[in-house]
DNA sequence: CTCCTTTCCAACTAAATAAGTTGGTATTCC
DNA sequence: GGAATACCAACTTATTTAGTTGGAAAGGAG
């Protein structure tokens, strides 16, 4: 039940994006091993995570030395779902949500997909309306009350 | 992210159990091995989730022949998520949502957190405000529309 | 009292998933 | 040409999930 260490690490490195974008949009690639260090991730498992989140046209890149990841778009223009969404899978709480799920040998009445569809919704109402700069946003404030 | 065996089977059961107990209180054990074979669910496997709810008295026992399980309580008195938090642990999104997470490397900033506290909260909102009864009802109103 | 049916219980196993590593190739700047 | 970087696939390890096995204890029926 809980978010795994892939979309957990890729909302990091996202947000860490966000702050280089928004103090420079134009030139701001960070290097890899920059955000692994300074977030104690394993480098080569970050660089498979964020190797998703390029193919799905949330980060762009540039090689070579001076090289490194970018948002490619503005962080309010970025959803948390398209992130989890790509790093997780659908994110819902019961897999039998699905007309024709071969798996569930459970044969009627199963009740506990009552249940699942209820906070299934309630997970897609947050994620999808909350923005990478949202997230940044949010975090100030609690530091600010802190 | 998905809700495990434990929790689904566990829902199925306290439902089945319900529904005996809403026509005779008084009178309501079942056998473990009619639920069991009526939804395609290892015997043994349901006999050890169903001994945690007994566990936490939301099921009451007779044993012997004759014996069986049955609801402790009536079913409007049953949440949904005593039976889930029994059987799924915290039922959260994100682990480290505790102040002392030690398992957690990340070492500041973790914006993961903001989104999975957002998650926290509506799941508990939605698993804490149904009971067993509420569970059954909607299943009934679900029929009925079809 | 004996047999049958049931709950109760602990230890074991198998399968799946998550998490991370290794060893390299391709680009680009200096 | 060398250093720094992104890119990529195959492999390994650890953890969790989903069961299974083999019994002991309790209670009712004959």
């Known amino acids: 039940m809980k978010l795994s260490t892939k979309g957990k690490y890729g909302l990091i490195a996202m947000a860490d994006l966000a702050i ?72 819902d709480v019961g897999g039998c949500s699905e007309v024709n799920d071969k798996s569930c040998k459970v044969k009627e009445n199963c009740f506990s997909q009552i249940v699942c569809e209820e906070i299934n919704v309630k997970i897609r109402d947050v994620i999808e309306n909350m923005t990478i700069e949202d997230v940044l946003k949010s975090y100030l404030n609690k530091m600010k009350e802190q």
Request: aromatic share 6%; charged share 30%; hydrophobic share 35%.
């Open 20 to 91: 280089a974008y928004i103090n420079n949009p134009n030139d701001s690639y960070l290097v890899l091993k920059t955000i692994a260090n300074k977030r104690n991730i394993s480098e080569a498992y970050l660089e498979r995570i964020i190797a998703k989140l390029k193919k799905a046209d949330l980060v762009r890149t540039q090689r070579g030395s001076l090289g490194g990841y970018s948002l490619a778009k503005h962080p309010s223009e970025i959803k948390v779902s398209e992130v989890l969404y790509e790093l997780e899978g659908k994110l």
